[in-house]
């Protein structure tokens, strides 16, 4: 008979090791042992059988002047392509229910709920309690985790295993927030009818925004919806939005939004915490009204490997139960742009959750979705050190430098319009560059030579993909007057105009933009050109004297990207013979 040790090493030889961490991430502790009969789910990736080939027509449906361009697919298209093989399903399935484990399948996805005991017995692991040392809930976590060699190829991942998360503060990408007193009030704001005219930008409103970037037409009343997402508890105001429109959206004056609830989210008209959902929905409001509006509130958050700059709680916002969720509605219930002002760096989210959120995102682009996120507030990065050797390096961030998703910048000032320092854009260090940026970023990185090529991969994705406004807006906040700034501000005024072009071509019987990249890419002239300014970052680090920058350059940057919307000139080229007015 075999003795333990052999027989604890046979078992270790037909497993293999999905994921392991090389120690308690920073700043988290364990707390105690878990009780073998306590409960336990987890959810199961399973890898999709047509991946590559959907990836294909996903570019192919996006690119104009294709034979497929506005070809999107149906759900259940979609589902076709993203299909696991059925040997996987039973490879999985087979082994959950030799434990007496009954699992839910939802094509590419299964869940399950056992015991702590189970789970260790199927996982090789040992699950625990965690303890993030600033306060939140323990966590249920373990340090790596194993499936048989025999399952393994039909495994992409599985979670929560070793991803450790936590409650904690939002990081939504608002970079400032300022109150207006009275004396403020009078100093800054003059008239609605002076702003208009002007564009003053001390504070940036609508009719700014219309009239820096060229936007009169109206589109109809019906026919599509524009949607944002809100999570870590932040929760759009009905009685906001209304002072807002008397204040600066007179046009819209009567326009509501609606609410879904996602995965535990709430409609919690009496938080105290709601800067960036009012930012998203005024701005939406003041660009593309009276397009109708959805608001999406995720509950829960998702996993975070603590970094130097986001050590925890987990502020990661949910994308995986959103996601899943918005990709399982009907094709009459998709919205046809949709905009979240959050993000983080990319190297605090693990790889696989990562590449697996921006397959997703590429999902909905295959839709019909345009799918346009901040590209972050930390210009070059903030610490910028890379965890993995603690060498310095620039901080891409997530899910910003996904290629499937429009990455928006900011920018500040009229007449010209400069990169503002706190833009954010870089180079991703998981995603190699797509082909519909080759030549723009090329360019770029032909201009810059050398500098800086220590610290980013050059020949991966780059972002931001274009950039608009986004310091000073006048917004109205649990009922107060305030300015705010960051690319969350300009995310919004983005897919604003993103659905006014969408609106545009349903009136003339085309499919919306759907993933927005290669279009856009094909129609730089439509974009004013940010050539100054800069994206500044890295002051903490020695290894950068003075802090390091993006600068604003003629042609595609890491700051701006392509530029500013020229409103005219991206619905000639969106939907020919749609007048602007």
Avoid at 2 to 31: E, H, I
Avoid at 47 to 60: F, N, R, S
Avoid at 194 to 210: G, H
């Amino acid at each position: 008979m075999l003795s333990l040790a052999t027989a604890l090493f046979a078992t270790a030889a037909t497993a293999r090791l999905m994921d392991s961490l090389p120690s308690v991430p920073k700043g988290w502790t364990q707390v105690r042992s878990a009780g073998l009969d306590e409960p336990i789910t987890l959810r199961i990736a399973l890898p999709q059988q047509h991946a590559d080939a959907l990836e294909q027509a996903v570019i192919d449906m996006s690119t104009p002047g294709h034979a497929n361009y506005g070809k999107h697919l149906s759900r259940l298209e979609l589902r076709s392509y993203t299909a696991p093989t059925e040997s996987a399903v039973s490879s999985v399935v087979d082994w959950l229910s030799s434990s007496s484990i009954k699992p839910l399948v939802n094509n590419d996805w299964v869940t399950f709920s056992t015991t702590v005991e189970k789970a260790n017995e199927l996982l090789n692991t040992t699950f625990a309690w965690y303890q993030y040392e600033k306060g939140g809930s323990p966590k249920l976590r373990t340090l790596d985790y194993s499936v048989p060699d025999d399952v393994a190829g039909n495994v992409d991942l599985i979670q929560p295993t070793t991803r450790f998360g936590q409650l904690g503060a939002k990081k939504s990408t608002i970079f400032d927030m300022h109150i207006l007193g009275p004396a403020d009030e009078e100093a800054k704001i003059g008239s609605v009818d002076a702003q208009a005219a002007t564009c003053n930008t001390a504070q940036i409103t609508p009719a700014c925004l219309k009239s820096l970037y060229k936007i009169n037409y109206t589109p109809p009343k019906t026919g599509n919806l524009v949607a944002f997402a809100s999570y870590l508890e932040e929760y759009a105001r009905y009685s906001d939005l209304t002072s807002f429109e008397s204040k600066w959206a007179t046009n819209a004056a009567g326009q509501n939004f609606s609410v879904q609830l996602v995965n535990g989210g709430l409609n919690n008209q009496g938080s105290s915490s709601d800067s960036e959902a009012n930012l998203d929905i005024q701005y939406i409001l003041g660009v593309s009204a009276p397009i109708p509006i959805l608001e999406y509130s995720t509950g829960g958050r998702g996993p975070l490997v603590p970094t130097d700059d986001e050590p925890g709680p987990s502020s990661n916002e949910p994308y995986l139960e959103f996601l899943t969720y918005i990709l399982d509605q009907p094709d009459s219930a998709l919205p046809q742009t949709l905009s979240t002002s959050y993000g983080e760096e990319e190297q605090s989210v693990p790889a696989d959750y990562a590449l697996k959120i921006c397959n997703m995102f590429m999902q909905l682009g295959a839709r019909g979705v345009s799918v346009l996120f901040s590209s972050g507030d930390s210009g070059p990065g903030d610490s910028c050190t890379r965890e993995s050797d603690g060498a310095p390096y620039f901080q891409p961030t997530f899910p910003g430098s996904c290629p499937y998703i429009t990455s928006v910048g900011a920018t500040h000032g009229v007449s010209p319009e400069t990169a503002v320092s706190f833009s954010s854009g870089g180079f991703s260090s998981l995603h190699a560059r797509p082909s519909w940026q080759n030549d723009a970023v090329s360019k770029y990185l032909t201009s810059i030579g050398k500098t800086y090529s220590a610290y980013f991969n050059a020949s991966n994705r780059g972002f931001p993909d274009v950039a608009t406004q986004g310091a000073s807006f006048a917004v109205v906040d649990k009922g107060r007057n305030a300015l705010l700034s960051g690319t969350s501000a300009s995310s919004p005024v983005f897919t604003g105009v993103v659905a006014l072009l969408n609106a545009a071509r349903k009136s003339q019987g085309l499919a919306p933009l759907g993933f927005l990249n290669p279009f856009l890419y094909a129609n730089a002239a439509a974009f004013t050109d940010i050539t100054s300014g800069y994206g500044s970052g890295c002051s903490g680090n020695s290894a950068f004297r003075n802090g390091a920058r993006w600068n604003a350059t003629a042609g595609w940057d890491p700051v701006t990207g392509l530029g500013t919307p020229l409103f005219d000139k991206l619905l000639a080229a969106a939907a020919p013979g749609v007048k602007n007015a």
